[in-house]
């Protein structure tokens, strides 16, 4: 008879087969799980069980009908978005931690590495020294924890709390280019700053903010009175992975006394590429900075950190108002793990209960050092690079945007008479559907074009030239079935 109480040990048993079951799917492509559809479904779409089945049965479950359904991310021909799957060492770390360190409090060697990998990973990005961090689930939350100090800060100038008062009836600006990620107008937006208040400022044509209409909206919106709470620059869009001007955006926002706040999400590692390094240059200007570990460094989802001049702002924002049941259960001179909080990180963000993330970044970097996550970058962009060489040598193909960092925006040329974003639009249908390549697709400047982002650590030049072999192969076709 299974027992009432869950298996609560044996790791060994499970997680080895656990291991076993994963090793074997990343050796092949499984295709996508919605061509089994039926099969998983049926299997899974049971009611509410009344019995224990027990662990082994759920494990094999687990391993037979919803692990070989999974998601193509980890796949080496995966480039959509800027997420893919965690290396190994990064997974085993989260694993120890969920069971070891189920939180990232208290004096332990995991709340120990939750403060020294956000130091490293400073000092990785060229954050300046005084720079200190805190983890949240992504750079989502991480924007969202950034601005919020933006906005205790702004305020605090002007002897306002709005954390504790909130906003009445003040106008606020938060400026950011065209290209920004959509969660700064979301933070504005839960912020009580207001989505109407993020002055979309246009772009050059490499798709970086333009300096001189910021500098006109941000004169105009100060003869009107209005506060200026954050300039958000892009070290990396989304879209293209273009860098903005960092000095002179952070110059800008100096001069009109905002904060100046950078979204590394997906860029920051960037920094580590000698041939683009200089891009970075302002940074040392910046009041916040984010960066996601679970982009280009390869950690599993969940994990983003933001980066602030002064932690005390951070708690002035996000500080929880006393409670009973965690006020009274620390001293200040603890003698064992329990007596303290240790780095109150709770203080700092909007979660208190949060895993312990800081050793999954640390076994990351001890992995790699600074020497092994240069070389990823630096593949990363060559890879993109490669694809921009192959685009412009194949008269097939156009080359839309000059790569900065590992994204690509290329396209097939249409034939005469068709509409090259449909083209386009059909062509990537093909790819992702026939083949084990999955770019993602975008606009710029208006114009549909194919974006690979290479930030998965599985991927190899092999993959990256059949992807392109691919583009030639299909668009063909598709010029072929035209002329038919
Ligand atoms: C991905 C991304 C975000 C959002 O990060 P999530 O981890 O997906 O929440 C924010 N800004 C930029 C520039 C990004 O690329």
Redesign the pocket.
């Known amino acids: 008879m299974n027992s009432l109480r869950p298996e609560s040990g044996n790791f060994s048993t499970h997680l080895a087969n656990a291991g076993v079951a994963l090793d074997a799917s990343l050796e092949h492509d499984p295709g996508d799980a919605m061509q089994r559809f039926d099969d998983w479904d049926r299997v899974l779409s049971g009611a509410l069980p009344e019995h224990s089945s027990g662990i082994g049965a759920t494990v094999d479950s687990l391993l037979s009908d919803v692990l070989p359904n999974g998601t193509r991310l980890p796949y080496p021909g995966f480039w959509g978005w ?1 997420t893919s799957g965690p290396s190994t060492a990064a997974a085993v770390a989260a694993a120890v931690a969920n069971v070891a360190a189920p939180q990232r409090y208290t004096i332990t060697a995991f709340n120990r590495l939750e403060e020294l990998s956000l130091e490293w990973l400073a000092e990785l990005c060229g954050l300046q020294p005084h720079m200190k961090g805190v983890y949240s689930s ?4 991480a ?1 969202l924890v950034a601005l919020g100090a933006a906005r205790q800060w702004a305020f605090a100038q002007r002897d306002i709390d709005p954390a504790a008062d909130g906003l009445d009836g003040i106008s606020v600006a938060i400026y950011t280019s065209t290209e920004a ?1 959509h ?1 700064v107008q979301r933070s504005a937006g839960v912020l009580g700053l207001g989505r109407r208040s993020v002055r979309l400022v246009p772009i050059d044509d490499r798709q970086r903010m333009r300096i001189d209409v910021l500098a006109e909206m941000m004169e105009r919106d100060a003869t009107a009175g209005v506060i200026p709470v954050a300039v958000v620059a ?1 070290a ?3 879209n293209t992975g273009a860098i903005d001007p960092l000095r002179q955006v952070g110059e800008l926002a100096r001069q009109h006394g905002a904060w100046f706040h950078v ?1 590394g ?2 860029g920051l590692p960037g920094i580590l590429d000698d041939r683009v390094t200089h891009l970075y240059d302002g940074l040392d200007l910046a009041d916040s900075v984010i960066v ?1 570990p ?2 280009w460094l390869g950690a599993p989802v969940g994990i ?1 950190a933001t980066f602030v001049r002064d932690r005390s702002i951070l708690f002035d924002a996000f500080t929880q108002e006393p409670s009973d049941y965690l006020d009274g259960a620390f001293v200040d001179d603890p003698e064992t793990s329990l007596d303290s909080m240790g780095i109150p990180y709770g203080d700092f963000g909007v979660e208190l209960s949060a895993p312990s993330r800081g050793v999954v970044v640390w076994a990351i970097l001890t992995e790699l050092g600074r020497e092994g996550m240069t070389a990823r970058i630096v593949e990363d962009n060559d890879f993109a690079r490669h694809v921009a060489g192959r685009a412009q040598a194949e008269p097939a193909l156009e080359l839309v945007t000059e790569p900065t960092l590992s994204i690509c925006c290329f396209r097939h040329v249409a034939p005469e008479g068709a509409d090259a974003d449909e083209f386009n639009q059909q062509l990537l249908r093909r790819l992702v559907r026939e083949t084990g390549y999955m770019p993602s697709s975008t606009s710029v400047n208006g114009h549909f074009a194919i974006r690979p982002c290479f930030i998965n650590l599985r991927t190899t030049l092999a993959d990256v030239d059949g992807f392109v072999d691919a583009v030639l192969r299909i668009g063909a076709e598709l010029v072929d079935d035209r002329d038919a």
């Open positions: 800027i992504g750079g989502s939350a924007n990620h969660s892009a990396g869009t989304t979204d999400a997906y996601d679970h982009k983003g």
